[in-house]
């Protein structure tokens, strides 16, 4: 119970009150389907069918929540000092791109030493790529949102130049893209899934954040300064570095994405890496609350939604944008159901309920 | 996820099942839709939607001929990234809707195709686009592609005959081998017209940029260039542009002369109706077939678009006439001597490269007569 909130009072609302939401929007989403044309409980049993169903869905669902977990920590955990960083896109690209230089450097090492460099270097660059977010908000008093956003265009164009000048490989003629890092250096799946290795580090990531940001000092200071920063200086907290760290390990969150789409996924750095992972783990990492931990279940039931989308159009005749309608629709409600919290007598103590997370409440 | 977890009441349930005129066999049948046996399932994924005026409307196209095609069912999924999403995509279509033949219809597809063709060896794969199948790759994958610049080089005879200034436009998207080959005919094309016939490239840079595209068809349109043609995937906003600037325009991959009434020429178009039925077919008659499939013209894989009001009897006849040259395979757009567009001998002369040629996979230079360059 401690995971979710102080109290079992707590923890029943910080369950409660997303599964509320979470069925009002399937209630509104099943309204629209119908409008649409399909019918509401086989679009219900279809995406239950094609993201849960079978162990062939739940791989496909856990395949394609694997990049939203890293992705989704880097809106997260900035979010615990009051920032909103949306740069988890650019991030991805460049710690790719450092990913496939790393491994190219690196020709006659061994395949361990090459898989530790690749992420390492993944790591790095992401966590500088988003630590310049935090940097030029720290120093310059440079929104970190805007900044954020826009490195994930210059991500974008840097490796546009990159594929197409410097990095090119000549033999892959018809779509620019960098050299390969090497079918050996590729990590492979999890033995007995179809799934690859980034789902272990999206699941490790996020739980050794959550101990950091929960459990440490370091995520205890965190959190003064996203309740109050003048309260936090006042208190002698180092806001400047917290930013900064916090940052940093948001981007390398990021980057490791990155390097599991480059060694575990494309083997070489293309417009292929540019498909929106950045964007919905801001989604993701909304709906969980800015908690790392919650960043899990949040990411598998999105990449289910993903998951069945498909099954959506071949089996309703509905077109692909009906799944972005469902998350816009989750995400609304999800939002819209934000200040419901701490206004229900029912998870009312006599006492004041402690807060959970970053949110700052009023006692009732 | 079912709503009556949610706490709605059973009338609430059977109101909404109502109103949405549907009855409840469909929430039953889909675990039996596998394995209604001997029906021929057809799965086909898309990079971007269906009807984008392009590329993919091209592929969807193809699909519904086959549609129509007695015992055979087709499922699609548009919008699918070129990533691991494309394998669970192809994945999901084999084993929850039995489809043994995929059309993978994105260049980015690929390397995906090859790892799931490799793990379903009974399913048939092919790949849409410029690749090399090599000993080694499965056995059970193939590609299929056009030689769209035939159509472009008949494409530019119409534009050489039609244009008033001899200036012609070309938006491109990244100066990739297949663009260069396509705007190289196209001004070929024209300049059997009138030899000082002129073709400006702008390369945008991406396969979807409708903003840019436009501002490259203001721009050109400005300079004076009276038809516009492209190589992106969704010519939508190009077309639209240029007949909202009063100037021709020519299409690509689709017809789009519903976009243009006044100003559409003709356009270098994929039949993929053609090529997609066949494969269907041959499947069915239990025949094999080439591991890449090429053609153009002749082969009935391209074509162009009726010609528009603008287009004048003269330029009709001779275009026909060299349709009917490519046709009987009597004609070869790239023979020598041939110079590119900084002077420097390409194809020297006595000699030509047949369409099937490889080495005009490889084009990386501009023909005379091209302002631009190959680095975008």
């Not at chain 2, 991406?206 to 260039?225: C, F, M, R, T, Y």
Request: positive net charge; aromatic residues 8%; charged residues 15%.
């Amino acid at each position: 119970m401690r995971l979710l909130g102080g109290s079992p009072r707590g923890a029943a609302e910080a369950l409660t009150i997303p599964a509320g939401a979470l069925a009002v929007s399937l209630i509104l989403f099943g309204i629209f389907v119908a409008l649409a044309g399909a019918n509401p409980l086989g679009v219900y049993e279809t995406i239950y069918s094609g993201a849960f169903g079978s162990w062939f869905s739940w791989q496909n669902t856990l395949q394609r929540a694997t990049p939203l977990m890293l992705t989704a920590l880097c809106t997260a955990l900035p979010a615990r000092l009051g920032l909103v960083v949306i740069g988890a896109e650019g991030a991805l690209i460049i710690g790719a791109l450092a990913t496939v230089a790393i491994a190219s450097v690196l020709p006659g090492a061994s395949h361990w030493t090459v898989i530790t460099a690749m992420m390492l270097a993944g790591m790095s660059a992401g966590g500088l790529w988003v630590g310049l977010a935090g940097g030029l908000r720290y120093y310059r008093g440079v929104n970190e949102t805007i900044s954020s956003l826009l490195l994930n265009y210059i991500a974008i164009a840097l490796m546009n130049h990159l594929v197409g000048g410097p990095m090119r490989d000549p033999l892959v003629l018809h779509r620019p893209s960098s050299w390969h890092v090497g079918e050996r250096n590729m990590i492979g799946l999890i033995p007995g899934m179809d799934v690859h290795w980034g789902l272990v580090f999206g699941v490790v990531g996020c739980i050794v954040t959550y101990v950091l940001m929960q459990h440490t000092v370091f995520g205890f200071a965190a959190r003064i300064v996203g309740g109050n920063v003048r309260a936090a200086r006042m208190a002698g907290v180092p806001v400047g570095r917290l930013t900064l760290v916090t940052c940093l390990i948001a981007g390398a969150a990021a980057g490791l994405a990155g390097t599991t789409e480059i060694a575990a996924v494309h083997g070489r750095a293309s417009t292929s890496l540019v498909v929106g992972y950045g964007y919905t783990g801001i989604l993701v990492a909304f709906l969980a609350r800015q908690n790392p931990l919650a960043v899990i279940p949040v990411a598998i039931l999105l990449g289910g939604i993903d998951a069945a989308g498909g099954l959506l159009q071949r089996w309703h005749d509905l077109p692909d944008a009906t799944v972005h309608v469902m998350r816009g629709i989750i995400f609304l409600v999800i939002l819209a159901s934000e200040p419901v919290y701490g206004r229900l007598r029912v998870f009312q103590q006599s006492v004041v309920a402690p807060s959970n997370g970053a949110v700052p409440r009023e006692a009732a | 996820m079912i709503p009556g977890h949610c706490g709605i009441s059973r009338r609430a349930v059977l109101k909404m099942m109502a109103a949405a005129g549907a009855s409840t066999a469909t929430v039953s049948q889909w675990p039996r839709r596998a394995s209604s046996a001997s029906r021929l399932v057809v799965g086909a994924a898309y990079v971007g939607p269906k009807d984008d005026y392009g590329w993919n409307q091209g592929h969807a196209q193809g699909v519904t001929a086959v549609k129509k095609i007695d015992g055979v069912k087709v499922v699609e999924e548009e919008n699918v990234p070129e990533t691991v999403q494309v394998q669970k995509t192809m994945e999901s279509m084999i084993s929850l809707d039995g489809a043994s033949l995929i059309f993978a219809t994105s260049f980015g597809y690929w390397e995906h195709m090859l790892k799931v063709a490799a793990k379903y060896p009974k399913v048939q794969f092919l790949h849409g686009g410029p690749t090399v199948w090599k000993e080694g790759m499965p056995t059970n994958a193939g590609s299929y592609n056009g030689f769209i610049d035939e159509a472009q080089y008949i494409a530019g005879i119409v534009a050489g005959y039609t244009s008033k200034t001899g200036k012609f436009g070309f938006v491109g998207a990244k100066p990739y081998p297949a663009s260069l080959r396509n705007i190289n005919s196209f001004t070929l094309g024209a300049r059997t017209v009138n030899p000082k016939a002129m073709t400006q490239v702008i390369f945008t840079g991406d396969w979807v940029l409708p903003v840019k595209e436009a501002e490259a068809v203001n721009s050109l349109a400005d300079q004076g260039i009276d038809v516009v043609t492209c190589h992106v995937d969704s010519p939508k906003v190009v077309i639209e542009t240029a007949e909202k600037r009063g100037i021709f325009s020519s299409g690509y991959h689709v017809n789009q002369s519903t976009l243009a009434p006044k100003g559409y020429l003709t356009g270098a178009e994929w039949n993929w109706e053609k090529v997609y039925t066949d494969y269907v077919n041959w499947l069915r008659e239990g025949k094999s077939w080439p591991h890449m499939r090429r053609g153009g013209l002749r082969a009935g894989i391209v074509r162009n678009a009726p010609y528009g009001p603008a287009v004048s009897e003269k330029a009709r006849k001779q275009a026909d006439d060299a349709k009917a040259k490519f046709t009987d395979g009597s004609f070869v757009i790239y023979k020598g001597p041939m110079k590119d567009n900084t002077g420097k001998t390409v194809i020297p002369a006595g000699k030509s490269y047949d369409a099937t040629d490889i080495w005009l996979e490889s084009m990386d230079w501009l023909v005379d007569g091209v302002r631009g360059s190959t680095r975008s």
